[in-house]
DNA sequence: AGGGTTTCATATTGATCGCTATGAATCATG
DNA sequence: CATGATTCATAGCGATCAATATGAAACCCT
């Protein structure tokens, strides 16, 4: 069953005509575009030059080819954890996040927005799997943000008072307005000066370090 | 054409056989949880008790519907429009702002989030008219913060070089976000220490006024 | 060349979409 | 009660949805 095996030995049968990561590359800007359910089938073989049931051999369903187009997306070379792990201080973390939101929201190659924040931020009943499935990768960074600050809050980056879930909360929230802006037509340089003025809600220093 | 005279007078014919404000109430609770391309017409049939053809025969179409049912979200008692007039300070109608989404968006007997930040974030090439609509509402309470922002800025409340964009961007994009982590699931309790870490970034006063 | 295997393009499935044609039912009026 | 006006419920419209049945085409191996 395995659609991706760790050899590339060439195997048996005609071989596949189109190239799987291009056409995944574009799935996911029509669901970046467009979100899960205002994107049809029809507009995935349109756009991917694949017919409906070479995607169906290749990915499984529209759900499958969603959540896989969603792992792209989020796979890129830089990460949501690669920023957090990589920030000398929660701080930076925090303005490496933002930042790097206003980067990927406005790419000239890509949607406006962010693919997490509106893929499926309203969907009917049926696809509320898809939903909470999203919810869950929003959920882990935040949690990955909220540990970083509650261990500047141990090294005394940050005042032991520091209320770590509303800090992270509100980073989160920032980010994901920045994603409507974007999509309402906000300019790359108007959402970096909001992330900055986001940044001012930033504690003061603890005890010096 | 006026089906709303403004002489409730008794008009010939058969009547209504339902209460056209409770209807479009149903209605706006039912965009409201799924969103525009998510609510069907036999999501709204079943909800607000009416037939399709008496829908069509009251509302128009699903889109006069819908801006019929954005309409009603956004005329409450409280307004944004009302709560930046009546605030004191700019800081007060920033505030204002971010307490009444809170509120809004973790009602008990409404659907978690803002119908005007999740109705229409994603959709389909063809509801692209409804979403710019939508897009120019949240413009529309933006720039009418950004105007209560200058306005401080000239009596001294706030320090002349304010980045008024920015600073309503903010708020807005809170705004936003704070929908985001209702729809996800967060308590009204986390989204009110959020809001408060976000006024944490407004700026000290300019001028003692 | 021929059998085995896999993907290909064509055409179609049943379900649901937004919307409406049709005629009966219910009102005010004469 | 008869007429005109309006809304009612039933049933169905064409279009599109996600997903598939079918058989030919293209590859490896012997």
């Keep these: 069953?395995?659609?991706?095996?760790?050899?590339?030995?060439?195997?048996?049968?005609?071989?596949?005509?189109?190239?799987?990561?291009?056409?995944?590359?574009?799935?996911?800007?029509?669901?970046?575009?467009?979100?899960?359910?205002?994107?049809?089938?029809?507009?995935?073989?349109?756009?991917?030059?694949?017919?409906?049931?070479?995607?169906?051999?290749?990915?499984?369903?529209?759900?499958?080819?969603?959540?896989?187009?969603?792992?792209?997306?989020?796979?890129?070379?830089?990460?949501?954890?690669?920023?957090?792990?990589?920030?000398?201080?929660?701080?930076?973390?925090?303005?490496?996040?933002?930042?790097?939101?206003?980067?990927?929201?406005?790419?000239?190659d890509t949607p406006p927005g962010c693919l997490l924040a509106s893929a499926t931020i309203s969907c009917s009943a049926a696809a509320m799997d898809i939903q909470q499935a999203l919810a869950a990768r929003r959920g882990g960074i935040e949690a990955d943000l909220r540990v970083r600050i509650l261990k500047a809050m141990e090294t005394g980056e940050l005042p032991a008072r520091t209320d770590a879930d509303a800090l992270a909360g509100h980073v989160m929230a920032v980010i994901q307005g920045l994603s409507t802006l974007a999509r309402d037509g906000d300019a790359r340089e108007k959402l970096t000066r909001v992330a900055e003025m986001a940044m001012a809600a930033w504690p003061e220093a603890g005890r010096p370090g």
Excluded: C
């Design 1 to 108: 069953m395995n659609h991706a095996d760790t050899k590339p030995s060439r195997r048996i049968g005609r071989p596949l005509s189109f190239d799987r990561d291009a056409a995944l590359h574009q799935a996911m800007l029509l669901f970046w575009r467009y979100g899960y359910e205002g994107t049809s089938l029809s507009d995935l073989t349109a756009a991917m030059g694949v017919t409906a049931p070479s995607i169906y051999a290749a990915f499984g369903d529209k759900r499958r080819l969603f959540l896989e187009a969603v792992d792209r997306y989020l796979s890129g070379p830089v990460t949501a954890k690669s920023i957090i792990a990589g920030a000398a201080t929660a701080r930076e973390a925090a303005a490496g996040l933002l930042h790097a939101s206003v980067a990927g929201f406005t790419g000239a």
